[in-house]
């Protein structure tokens, strides 16, 4: 009965647990600890973009996709739909693209499908299922190594979807210019280093962001230009994880 497989009375419940030496913290679970991975261009990840068997366009789209779960049953004015992705499930079990990528780590969902990866790479997928474009958090003239940054742990589009934030498991938030895919900021000092990105959120004012860590902490980010043109930010700790850690 199930009243017996659920009873935790009994004095070989807690020996059935296997021990731990060493209990894992959050950013070890997401970091990738990959400090001497090979680079983009060992792994050959700028070839994916031309690879056709990967860029093809998927033999269904998103309406299509929905209307083929037929087996599955809607309440009426439900505002939740499930879609199968099959498309891009398809891409990113391809060895190449699981070896050079790593696994899904994060997902937003707006012009585009934007895929986050535990080797802090972000994949930009069309209303096609299409692959257009993969995002690497390198500073300009510095190489990138895959986990360089930890896995991507944080993703969100603005509204329109012309702008990306990103943030990772070590600490770091880009933001992305969506039409050009280009970088904007390269966020390495708005919070103390060695926490992870856990939830990040553009505000109606598009130059204001809200973001938490994994040490409980909330932060206003602030985008502005100085009088060069140069884009910078400011950062500001509103809510202190020493009152009680927030983490949604």
């Known amino acids: 009965p199930l009243a017996s497989v659920m009873d935790t009375s009994s004095d070989n419940f807690e020996a059935d647990i296997p021990e731990l030496s060493e209990v894992p913290t959050l950013d070890s679970i997401l970091g990738d600890g990959?400090?001497?991975a090979p680079t983009i261009d060992e792994l050959g990840l700028t070839e994916l973009l031309s690879d056709e068997s990967v860029s093809m366009r998927a033999s269904f789209s998103l309406e299509s996709n929905i209307s083929e779960n037929k087996g599955i049953k809607y309440r009426e004015n439900s505002i939740l739909r499930q879609s199968i992705m099959k498309g891009i499930a398809n891409q990113l079990a391809r060895p190449n693209i699981r070896s050079a990528a790593g696994?899904?780590?994060?997902?937003?969902v707006g012009m585009y499908y934007v895929i986050g990866t535990s080797h802090g790479l972000v994949l930009l997928f069309d209303e096609k299922e299409r692959l257009l474009n993969v995002l690497t958090p390198s500073q300009q003239g510095k190489p990138y190594e895959i986990g360089q940054y930890g896995a991507?742990?944080?993703?969100d589009l603005n509204r329109d979807g012309t702008r990306l934030l990103v943030g990772h498991a070590k600490g770091?938030?880009?933001h992305w210019d969506m039409e050009?895919?280009?970088?904007?900021r390269f966020v390495d000092d708005?919070?103390?280093p060695g926490f992870a990105v856990l939830n990040i959120r553009f505000t109606d004012?598009?130059?204001v962001v809200l973001f938490s860590n994994s040490g409980g902490n909330v932060f206003f980010l602030k985008f502005k230009r100085n009088f060069t043109g140069v884009r910078t930010w400011n950062s500001e700790?509103?809510?202190s994880g020493c009152n009680g850690e927030a983490f949604t």
């Open 190 to 192: 708005a919070h103390p």
């Open 205 to 207: 004012d598009p130059t």
């Open 34 to 36: 990959a400090v001497s």
């Open 237 to 239: 700790c509103f809510f």
């Open 152 to 155: 991507v742990s944080a993703l």
């Open 180 to 184: 050009y895919h280009k970088l904007l």
């Open 103 to 108: 696994l899904p780590t994060a997902m937003t």
């Open 172 to 174: 770091l938030i880009t």
